[in-house]
C-alpha cells in the first residue's frame, strides 16, 4: 500500500531540509510501501529559472 503526504516548504517539519536548500525548495513527500517495509522522503527543487511569455494565438 502506498501512503503519501506531502508538505510545503514553510511547515514545521521541513525546517531541516530548508535550510540545506533554501529558497530552491518546493515542497516535501513522504511515501510508505507497507508491504515491502520502506519509506522515502522526497524533495521538489527549482534547479533553473528563466523568463517565459505564452504565445498569442
Known sequence: MLNT???SSG???T???HERYGGRLLCVGYRR?????????????????ASW???ME
Do not use: D, M, N, S
Open 5 to 7: 503526504r506531502k508538505l
Open 53 to 55: 511569455q505564452p504565445l
Open 11 to 13: 511547515h514545521k517539519e
Open 15 to 17: 525546517r531541516r531540509l
Open 33 to 49: 510501501y507497507t508491504a515491502q517495509g520502506k519509506r522515502f522522503k522526497t524533495v521538489e527543487l527549482i534547479i533553473e529559472e
